[in-house]
């Protein structure tokens, strides 16, 4: 199974410029979340999905967009990129938001905004 | 908001040492994970622990949830180089949010 996919792994920016990080999951689940990894800071929840069609905001929402339009897909829109959100970005999904529910990642996109 | 402070944030010791990693809050949590990440992958979830006083073993590793869930630790007994890696708890804070520590960057020398 691929499990949780994330493209690009890399990308840099320029200031002001927009893109998408796609995500993408293979197990069904209805859960899906992007985080941000930033050194001495942990890991700080943007955005989340219980399920298609709704969404909600994390610790760390501006300056991010998200929309899930398919239990599979799970897409992080930059829509004006700024040097703070030089980061690395991770995906993540889980059956649901049970306790016996782990969050299964993916291996990350690391974005550089110049 | 609910925070998690690990301790110590880097540690290196030799093969063969024991360690302990300390995951602290002042909030009560209704269940922490542990996460071990490599470099260029995901977090890996390792345990979850539930119960307030809970302890779970994995081969080495040991986990043990406070009795007020607010905290937790983990042992690692006799670490192996393979042991190297970051350390991240996360705690279940509601309302289908998981909050996590900033985590340990632990460093076995062969």
């Known amino acids: 199974n691929a499990g949780v996919t994330q493209t690009p792994k890399f990308q840099v920016l320029k200031t002001g410029q927009s893109m998408t990080l796609q995500c993408a999951q293979d197990m069904n689940h209805e859960y899906m979340s992007w985080y941000r990894q930033d050194p001495g800071m942990g890991l700080r929840l943007i955005h989340y999905?219980?399920?298609?069609?709704?969404?909600d905001q994390g610790e760390v929402p501006n300056g991010y967009n998200v929309s899930r339009s398919t239990t599979e897909d799970f897409p992080l829109r930059l829509l004006s990129a700024a040097p703070s959100q030089t980061s690395v970005y991770f995906c993540?999904?889980?059956?649901?938001?049970?306790?016996?529910?782990?969050?299964?990642f993916g291996n990350g996109t690391r974005l550089t905004v110049t | 908001t609910q925070l998690l402070e690990q301790s110590p944030q880097f540690l290196s010791i030799q093969e063969g040492e024991n360690l302990t990693v300390y995951c602290n809050s002042s909030?009560?949590?209704?269940?922490l994970q542990w996460y071990r990440q490599e470099p260029g992958e995901g977090p890996v979830l390792l345990v979850t622990v539930v119960t307030g006083g809970e302890v779970k073993k994995l081969k080495r590793l040991t986990f043990q949830f406070g009795d007020a869930r607010k905290d937790s630790s983990l042992h690692i007994t006799a670490a192996q180089p393979g042991d190297t890696g970051l350390y991240l708890c996360?705690?279940?804070?509601?309302?289908?949010?998981?909050?996590f520590g900033q985590g340990t960057r632990l460093t076995i020398n062969p």
């Open positions: 996360a705690g279940e804070g509601g309302a289908q949010k998981l909050v």
């Open positions: 909030s009560v949590f209704s269940s």
């Open positions: 999905s219980v399920g298609a069609g709704i969404t």
């Open positions: 993540a999904s889980s059956y649901n938001r049970g306790l016996n529910s782990p969050l299964h």
